[in-house]
C-alpha cells in the first residue's frame, strides 16, 4: 500500500537513489516537497515526479528535456500534447543511439582487425 507522504531518506531507499540526488532534483526545481522546518516531506505527486525524472536519465533525456516534459504534464490537459512531445524526444534520443550504437559497431571491427593483425605478427616471431 503507497503512503500519502514521504521522508527523503524513505524515498531515497524505495527509488534506490541518495538525498544528495533527491536535493539535487529539488534544486533543480523538478520536485517541490512541502516544508516543515528544515524536514522536506514529499507527497505522492513528488514520488511519481521522482520516478519520472529517473525513467528520464535511464534513456539518456536531459535534464532540460524532463523538465520540459514534467512541465508540459502540468500545464496541459491535453494528453495528446504530451504525448507528442514525448514521442519526439523518445525518437530523437532512439536517432541518437542508433548512431551511437552504428559508432560502436564500426570501432570493434577496427579492434578486431587491430588483434587479427597482431596475432599474425606474433605468430611471424
Known sequence: MEQDTYSISELARDLDVTARTIRFYEEQGLIEPERRGLQRIFNRRDRARLKLILRGKRIGLSLAEIHEILDLYQRARDEAQQSHLLLQLLAERRQQLERQRQDID????????????????????
Open 106 to 125: 564500426e570501432v570493434l571491427k577496427e579492434i578486431d582487425t587491430l588483434s587479427a593483425h597482431c596475432r599474425e605478427v606474433i605468430a611471424k616471431l
